[in-house]
T-cell receptor, first 113, second 116 residues
Framework: AQSVTQPDIHITVSEGASLELRCNYS??????LFWYVQSPGQGLQLLLK??????LVQGIKGFEAEFKRSQSSFNLRKPSVHWSDAAEYFC???????????FGTGTRLQVFP | GAVVSQHPSWVICKSGTSVKIECRSL??????MFWYRQFPKQSLMLMAT?????????EQGVEKDKFLINHASLTLSTLTVTSAHPEDSSFYIC????????????FGNGTRLTVT
């Protein structure tokens, strides 16, 4: 079955600390992987995506993610978190046409000063 | 960058009435649009896929007669919640994909529907 798992429901970090949000997927074909961020009451903003090629992808706002096929993971990282990064983060997987995305349940990030 | 506009951003309606939500792609043509529903503190669930000029494709368990979708042009898709009930209260988000290959999905800012 196709699915996305984000094991961490809620993460709290101090401003300036490093961050890693976990994402594991189950997908029958070559996956296209995405990370989106959602602020309260807002839609989703694409942070980064992986289609093929270099397994370390760079996104906006200083985020990066690494695709590890052997671990079926696509973890999101940021070396130094800012207070404005507090939001809900969703990992998603899709197929070749990137149409139907399957979303994880999200990880809520809280940042303390 | 590509922008998807969703309107209204929030709406309150009485039980039994219908509500229409619009989703527009502002600077690109969207052959396909998607409607998602998000319950509080939960993930997004795909409701239906809207294709310009043809009938929408609904996901299993989504009532097509209750959630009417129209995609009359390459820049506009509408979702009408008919005979709304309190259990339809939710956050509805649309997304659109451009006509180019491997185009990522762009999301609207969502519509908070409250049915009283």
């Amino acid at each position: 079955a196709q699915s996305v798992t984000q094991p961490d429901i809620h993460i709290t970090v101090s401003e300036g600390a490093s961050l890693e949000l976990r994402c594991n997927y189950s997908y029958g074909a070559t996956p296209y992987l995405f990370w989106y961020v959602q602020s309260p009451g807002q839609g989703l903003q694409l942070l980064l995506k992986y289609f093929s090629g270099d397994t370390l992808v760079q996104g906006i706002k200083g985020f990066e993610a690494e695709f590890k096929r052997s671990q079926s993971s696509f973890n999101l990282r940021k070396p130094s978190v800012h207070w404005s990064d507090a939001a809900e983060y969703f990992c998603a997987v899709g197929g070749g046409n990137t149409d139907k995305l399957i979303f994880g349940t999200g990880t809520r990030l809280q940042v303390f000063p | 960058g590509a922008v998807v506009s969703q309107h209204p951003s929030w709406v309150i309606c009485k039980s039994g009435t219908s509500v229409k939500i619009e989703c527009r792609s502002l600077d690109f043509q969207a052959t396909t649009m998607f409607w998602y529903r998000q319950f509080p503190k939960q993930s997004l669930m795909l409701m239906a896929t809207s294709n310009e000029g043809s009938k929408a494709t609904y996901e299993q368990g989504v009532e097509k007669d209750k959630f009417l979708i129209n995609h009359a042009s390459l820049t506009l898709s509408t979702l009408t919640v008919t005979s709304a009930h309190p259990e339809d209260s939710s956050f509805y988000i649309c997304s659109a994909r451009g006509t180019g290959g491997r185009s990522p999905l762009h999301f609207g800012n969502g519509t908070r529907l409250t049915v009283t």
